[in-house]
């Protein structure tokens, strides 16, 4: 641990001192990425690769320089334009005063005449030196060329470098995957690609959804009448690059505007409240379904990785941030190394659907269950639900109650949670129709109805009623008396109502008998009991479960008998002895539904 921390330490410092060298290098790495299709398809035309680069570099220098171009005459404008708005401005600040400023000054006045002031204060307020005069201006030529050099040469040593990795791309990632070894080939080159695809449809996804954002904008301001309505709408659109302080500047900066420019103050709500419906619509509408909420980061993450890389390398690591980010949480899905950013800064914590339900029920929050379900059994059925998310829940809660990780007392709260989380699905899940039928039919395979046409055809010479009183049988789903059997077979119930099955739940022991039970009355019909599904025994209980095995069998012959073997849980009794009683030993409640599903079909 040790270790780690003193090797992250000397990477931020090393970032820290390098910020002169590598971030231009890390910009150049970037706009080589978006910039690489580009080339790509200019390469396959017939332009070759040098050619290619440089003509795609070369576009990508021309448009951001028309966009200086565009940007610098239009704050000019706006420059020569502020003298006719110096009297507003005034005015405004003047009224501002009066109502924030006069009244502290009053209250210190008065302050000022209760408690005297020291005569030292008073003489070192009255013998005050004056302030020293400021420096002869320089020369302007040399101001202007000083101001401009920085950002000439560094936009000057960018496009250089973006020349030679687009020229050198396949180079570079042989001498990444060489650096990697040969062990970790697969991995650095899903790695790579998958960084580099992501990165660069998310950078063009976000290009194109900040300008549109730009313009419409720009004519949104100039409906409600704001000068120059072309600038702020390229400002509002170019902010967007910069997570969140980019937003908030450009806001700002509009609203600062509009109240500069109009003696009231109509103009500037109405261009702050276009602003915030477009940005609103933005976030919530557009980005959603154009490359997801956070591009695979979580919200916290996007704002910690701008502050990091914002601290470490200035205005340009903010503008880095979301893209270098990025590319090392995708990096960290197959580099070990790099796994904790992933989980850290990642969109999804890395805790499967199931480990975090094991996680809401330890802390006895079924509600939290209930909200994260309820999307899940929108898109799927309940039984599928239970298939991947709750029953390696228990699985997990199982396993840890067996190595005495978990007390009684939290076993039983995990219990609670989730049969109270299921009882509230089951009242608010959507009705069953014809599509999730056909759905979990199909997950009955062929080999499976081959395998039970001659049992079946053998239980159905016993049926006591007739085949049209399978459409309203029963299925029975029993298990041992015990809180693991009885929470799995109210579990499959509810996945069987969720078809329209009318399924019941019972407990099977020493003194299980017909009284209470669904059993075959004396005349057929409905209310018989068609299949019975077993809760799949643990290696402690299977004496208990093959008496009890045998008593459903006994009690209904003409039935057919599964056993459900969750394929999560430690400690299951061998399959081979279990097998004997039952006719069929399934793995999944959607196995259960479909098997059921298909027996009630009619006979072709």
Request: charged share 20%; glycine share 8%; proline share 6%.
């Amino acid at each position: 641990m040790a270790a780690r921390i003193i090797a992250a330490t000397c990477i931020v410092a090393l970032l820290y001192v390098g910020r002169e060298v590598l971030a231009p290098l890390a910009l150049a790495a970037v706009l080589s990425l978006v910039l690489a299709p580009l080339k790509r398809r200019l390469a396959g035309r017939g332009l070759g690769h040098a050619a290619g680069a440089a003509v795609s570099v070369l576009l990508a220098a021309g448009s951001i320089a028309l966009a200086a171009v565009f940007l610098t005459s239009q704050f000019v404008d706006v420059a020569s334009d502020m003298p006719r708005y110096r009297q507003a401005v005034r005015a405004k600040l003047q009224r501002a005063r009066d109502v924030v400023i006069r009244p502290l000054e009053r209250i210190r006045s008065d302050i000022v005449q209760v408690v005297p002031q020291a005569p030292a204060a008073r003489s070192q307020g009255r013998d005050a030196a004056p302030r020293a005069a400021t420096p002869a201006e320089q020369d302007a030529t040399t101001v202007l060329i000083s101001s401009v050099w920085g950002p000439l040469s560094k936009a000057g040593m960018v496009l250089v470098l973006l020349v030679f990795i687009l020229l050198g791309h396949e180079t570079i990632r042989e001498r990444v995957i060489r650096l990697a070894g040969e062990a970790e080939v697969g991995g650095t080159i899903q790695a790579i690609e998958d960084a580099a695809q992501g990165v660069s449809r998310y950078l063009f996804s976000q290009f194109v959804v900040n300008a549109t954002f730009g313009v419409v904008l720009g004519i949104a301001l100039w409906a409600v009448g704001i000068p120059n309505p072309a600038l702020w709408g390229a400002l509002g659109g170019l902010s967007r690059f910069v997570p969140y302080v980019g937003a908030l500047g450009a806001g700002t900066a509009i609203a600062a505007f509009a109240a500069a420019v109009d003696p009231g103050w109509s103009l500037m709500f109405w261009s702050i409240g276009s602003f915030l419906v477009l940005s609103g619509l933005v976030a919530h509408f557009v980005e959603p379904q154009v490359y997801g909420h956070t591009a695979g980061l979580a919200p916290l993450g996007v704002v910690l990785s701008a502050i990091f890389w914002g601290s470490v390398w200035g205005p340009l690591g903010l503008l880095l941030s979301t893209p270098m980010t990025l590319c090392l949480v995708v990096a960290g899905r197959y580099i070990r190394a790099l796994e904790p950013i992933t989980v850290m800064f990642g969109e999804t914590p890395g805790l499967s659907e199931g480990l975090r339900l094991y996680q809401q029920a330890l802390s006895g929050d079924p509600q939290n269950i209930v909200r994260a379900g309820r999307p899940y059994l929108r898109r799927s059925n309940f039984a599928r639900y239970c298939d991947q998310v709750v029953l390696p829940a228990l699985a997990l809660a199982l396993a840890d109650a067996r190595q005495s990780r978990i007390g009684k007392e939290q076993q039983e709260r995990v219990r609670l949670s989730i049969r109270e989380a299921a009882r509230e699905l089951a009242r608010t899940s959507p009705g069953v129709d014809a599509s999730r039928r056909r759905r979990s039919s199909s997950l009955l395979d062929a080999d499976i109805g081959a395998h039970l046409k001659q049992v079946h055809e053998t239980r159905m010479s016993l049926w006591p009623g007739s085949r049209a009183d399978l459409q309203s049988s029963v299925v029975l789903c029993a298990g041992l008396r015990n809180e693991r059997d009885e929470l799995i077979s109210e579990l499959l119930a509810q996945a069987l109502r969720d078809e329209g099955i009318e399924a019941r739940t019972v407990s099977v022991d020493a003194t299980w008998g017909y009284a209470g039970l669904p059993g075959p009355p004396a005349g057929g019909g409905s209310g018989l009991v068609s299949t019975v599904v077993l809760a799949y025994p643990l290696v402690e209980d299977h004496e208990a479960w093959q008496s009890a095995s045998l008593k459903v069998r006994d009690a209904y012959p003409y039935a057919m008998v599964l056993a459900v073997k969750p394929p999560y849980q430690e400690g299951l009794a061998d399959e081979m002895l279990v097998r004997g009683p039952v006719d069929l030993v399934v793995r999944s409640f959607s196995e259960v539904v479909a098997f059921v599903l298909a027996l009630r079909a009619p006979a072709p």
